[in-house]
């Protein structure tokens, strides 16, 4: 008898679930393959070491890394805030 639960490994769905560092996602944003990134992350450096630019990454041949890292940063600010002052309306 077919078990198809034990083939189905959820890949379709463990992508949704995934986590990946600011620097990951913001170079899968830019078109970087997963099996190529760990040859462009030595190369990567930040904007900044203190502040916001800490989570701000360069890559000289990826032109949109830092753009992409910078609105991956904000959006986790926003997110932030915005369920900091949900709770504290609780």
């Not at 890949?11 to 990951?24: F, G, I, Q, T």
């Not at 462009?40 to 992409?68: K, M, N």
Request: hydrophobic residues 40%; glycine residues 6%; negative net charge.
């Amino acid at each position: 008898m077919d078990k198809p639960w034990k083939n189905d490994n959820c890949a379709n769905m463990k992508v949704h679930y995934a986590v990946y560092s600011v620097l990951k996602a913001g170079l899968l944003w830019c078109g970087v393959p997963e099996d190529e990134m760990n040859n462009f992350i030595p190369e990567t450096y930040q904007l900044s070491e203190t502040g916001f630019g800490r989570g701000v990454w360069i890559h000289d041949d990826v032109d949109c890394l830092q753009a992409r890292t910078r609105a991956i940063n904000e959006a986790i600010d926003v997110l932030y805030y915005l369920m900091k002052e949900k709770m504290h309306n609780l």
